[in-house]
C-alpha cells in the first residue's frame, strides 16, 4: 500500500466503482478505493421486489424532457435546483454507460428501454433488472475497475478524513483484522460510503452496511436534509423490503402476544378495508403522512403492536380475513391487478409463486420457507434522503471532500423510486469531472494522532444497542419532540466523551469502536435536524412529529435542513439553474476548452 495518493474513494458500490471507472477514464490514474470490505455495503446486499433505476423515459411515444424529468425531482421539496438539473441531464449518459457495461436491463427488438411508473413519478420513468439490480450494476462497474488495474485497498476502514485549512490532505485506516492504523496522503477523498445505516435498530439495511457520514461530520462538512428518511415494512430476520407482489397477494398480517395468541389484528381494526391497504402498500410501500387515512394505516397499526410489546409476521400460507367469500370484496384496482396477473386464485403464496417465483426463491436462499413459516416485521428505516451538502459537483464545503450515492444530501423530501441508483451514478462521475478538471494541487502532509483507547471490559455493543434502540423509540417515522431533545443531550455528552467512555477489550476490536464513534456523531447531527424540523415545520412527510397533523408543507417544500455538527437550520433551497442551450454558443465553447485542452 503506497503512503500518497492523488485521489481516494472510500467505499465500493455503485457510487464508488464509478467514480474510480470515471477518473481512470478521465486521465487521473493515480488513486485507490480503499473498503472496510469489497463484499459489504448496500449496493452489492439489497433490494427489493423489483429495485428500480430512475431515469429519462427512453421508450413509447411518452412525452419526456430534461427539464421536466428536473421538475419532478425538484417538485419534491427540499431539492437544490441545481442536482435536480444534472441528475435530470446526465441520466441518460449514465444509464447507457450501464447497458454498455452488461447490465440486463430489458428492452424490446427495436433497443427501446421499457418503463413504468414509479412512487412520485409522473412518467413511465423507472426500469429494473429485478430484485437486485444494483448487484448487477456494482458487478458490472466492479469488473471495469478492476480491468483497468485500479488499486483497492481492502480490509481497511477510514477512521478520520484528514484536513488542514478546511483542506483534505489524506485519512487515517484501522485494518479490521488486526487493528493497524495507517495514515494515506491524498488531495480528493470521494465517499461513497452509503447511508448512515448504524442510526436504527429497525432497519433494514444489510447487515454488512454501516455508512461514514460520521467522517464527513468531524472533518468538518456540513450536512443537508438529516431528518429526511424513508421508512416502511420489512423482514427483520433477513433484512428485506416487503413492497411490490409481497403486499399485492395480500398475506395475512398476525401479531402475537407473549403468551402466543395470535391476532388478526388489521382485519379487527379495520375489516374489509384492511384487504384494499394491504395491496395498496405493493405501490406505497413507504410511509407517507398523506397517506395516514389509506395504506400508511398499516405501518403504524404494525408499530402499534410492537410497542405493546408483541410480534408482528406475515403469513403467505393462508388468507386473510374477508377473502372467505371469494375475491368479488377487492376493491376494482386489486381486482384488475390479480386478474390481469392470473392470480384470483388460491393462497397468497400461491399467488406470489404465479406472479412472481424470484420473491419465493430469494427468502428461501436465506434459509426462510414462505410455503410453511411466518415472517416476522417491522416498519424499519430503508433510506436516509440526507447527507453531506455538496455543490454542483458534489463537493461538500471542505476542499478536496466530495459525496456520492446515499453518502450525498440530494434527494430531498419526496425522491421517485429508483432516484438513489441514478444518484450514484451522476454524482459519482460529476465529482471524477470536477477532480480531473481541477488537476494536481499541492499535496500537503497529513497529521494524525490516534486518540487513546480505553482498554478493559468491552461495553461497544451495549452502548451501540442502547442508542439504536432509542432512536426508533423516539425518532423514527412517529417521533415525539420531549424523546429526542432528552436523547439529543444524551447523545451530545458522549460524543465529547467518547473516548473516556468507551472501552474495548482487544485491538482488534478497533473497527468496532470507531464504527460506535461514527454512529453516535451521526445520531447527534439527525437528532439536531429533526428537532430543527419539528420546531420549523412539526409533522412532514415522512413523520409525525407528536403524532400532530401536518405541519407547514410550504416551508418544508422550499427549504431544507443544514447541520453542522450539533447545530442545524433551516434555509431556502436554490432554484432551477437555466443555463445556456443555445447551440452556437455551447460549440463555440467546447471548441475553447478542446483547445485549452491541447496547450
Known amino acids: 500500500m503506497k503512503k500518497r495518493y492523488h485521489t481516494l474513494i472510500v467505499g465500493t458500490g455503485c457510487a464508488g466503482f464509478n467514480a474510480a471507472d470515471k477518473l481512470y477514464d478521465l486521465g487521473v490514474r493515480d488513486i485507490a478505493i480503499v473498503t472496510e470490505g469489497r463484499l459489504m455495503g448496500t449496493s452489492r446486499n439489497t433490494g427489493s421486489d423489483k429495485q428500480t433505476y430512475y431515469k429519462l423515459s427512453l421508450c413509447g411515444a ?61 412518467r413511465t420513468r423507472a426500469t429494473s433488472c429485478g430484485p437486485l439490480t444494483s448487484k448487477y450494476m456494482t458487478e458490472a462497474l466492479e469488473r471495469s475497475v478492476i480491468s483497468k488495474g485500479i488499486e483497492i485497498l481492502d480490509f481497511q476502514r477510514v477512521v478520520k478524513i484528514l484536513t488542514e485549512d478546511n483542506t483534505v490532505t489524506g485519512v487515517a485506516c484501522v485494518n479490521v483484522v488486526t487493528g493497524e492504523v495507517s495514515v494515506i496522503a491524498c488531495q480528493n477523498v470521494v465517499l461513497c460510503t452509503g447511508g448512515p445505516a448504524c442510526v436504527y435498530k429497525n432497519t433494514v439495511y444489510p447487515e454488512s452496511q454501516h455508512g461514514a457520514t ?63 391497504l394491504i395491496f395498496l402498500k405493493g ?28 410480534r408482528v409476521f406475515l403469513d403467505f400460507s393462508k388468507n386473510p380475513r374477508g377473502l372467505e367469500h371469494g375475491f368479488s370484496v377487492l376493491p376494482e384496482e386489486a381486482y384488475e391487478y390479480l386478474d390481469r396477473s392470473g392470480a384470483l386464485f388460491g393462497t397468497p403464496i400461491e399467488r406470489l409463486a404465479k406472479m412472481n417465483i424470484g420473491a419465493i426463491e430469494l427468502y428461501a436462499d436465506h434459509s426462510i420457507d414462505l410455503y410453511s413459516e411466518y415472517l416476522e416485521i417491522a416498519v424499519c428505516a430503508q433510506h436516509c434522503n440526507g447527507g453531506v451538502a455538496v455543490d454542483e459537483h458534489w463537493q461538500s464545503d471542505v476542499c478536496g471532500l466530495y459525496a456520492a450515492g446515499e453518502a450525498a444530501g440530494t434527494f430531498g423530501v419526496y425522491r421517485p423510486g429508483g432516484s438513489a441508483l441514478n444518484s450514484t451514478q451522476v454524482g459519482s462521475l460529476r465529482a471524477a469531472e470536477h477532480i480531473a478538471q481541477k488537476g494536481d494541487t499541492v499535496q500537503l502532509t497529513p497529521k494524525y494522532t490516534l486518540p487513546k483507547i480505553q482498554c478493559g471490559v468491552s461495553n461497544v455493543l451495549q452502548i451501540r444497542e442502547e442508542y439504536q434502540t432509542e432512536m426508533s423509540r423516539i425518532a423514527d417515522f412517529d417521533r415525539s419532540t420531549d424523546g429526542m431533545k432528552a436523547l439529543f443531550k444524551k447523545t451530545d455528552k458522549l460524543c465529547e466523551e467518547f473516548f473516556d467512555t468507551a472501552v474495548i477489550d482487544r485491538v482488534s476490536q478497533m473497527t468496532e469502536l470507531f464504527r460506535l464513534y461514527d454512529m453516535v456523531l451521526t445520531q447527534r447531527s439527525v437528532l439536531s435536524a429533526m428537532l430543527c424540523s419539528a420546531e420549523a415545520v412539526g409533522t412532514h412527510g415522512a413523520a409525525f412529529v407528536d403524532r400532530k397533523s401536518m405541519g407547514c408543507a410550504g416551508a418544508e417544500r422550499n427549504e431544507r435542513t443544514l447541520t453542522k455538527g450539533a447545530h442545524s437550520e433551516r434555509v431556502p433551497v436554490s432554484p432551477m439553474p437555466t443555463p445556456e442551450l443555445w447551440f452556437e454558443t455551447l460549440l463555440a465553447r467546447k471548441k475553447r476548452e478542446m483547445n485549452d485542452g491541447k496547450r
Open 214 to 276: 460520521g467522517l464527513a461530520i468531524e472533518a468538518g462538512a456540513t450536512l443537508a436534509n438529516m431528518e429526511q428518511w424513508q421508512y416502511g415494512i420489512a423482514s427483520t430476520k433477513f433484512r428485506w423490503n416487503l413492497s411490490g407482489t409481497y403486499q399485492q397477494v395480500m398475506p395475512r398480517y398476525i401479531s402475537v402476544d407473549k403468551d402466543g395468541n395470535e391476532c388478526e389484528f388489521l382485519y379487527e381494526k379495520l375489516g374489509e378495508e384492511s384487504l384494499a
Open 283 to 310: 405501490y406505497q410501500w413507504p410511509f407517507d403522512t398523506r397517506k395516514t387515512e389509506g395504506s400508511s394505516k398499516v405501518d403504524i397499526l404494525v408499530a402499534e403492536q410492537i410497542k405493546q410489546g408483541k
Open 62 to 122: 411518452e412525452a419526456d424532457s430534461v427539464r421536466e424529468m428536473a421538475d419532478t425531482l425538484y417538485s419534491g421539496g427540499g431539492v437544490m435546483g441545481e442536482h435536480a438539473l444534472c441528475e435530470a441531464a446526465y441520466s441518460t449518459r449514465c444509464f447507457m454507460r450501464l447497458v454498455e457495461l452488461g447490465v440486463p436491463f430489458p428492452t424490446n427488438e427495436f433497443g427501446e428501454y421499457a418503463g413504468y411508473k414509479t412512487d412520485h413519478d409522473p
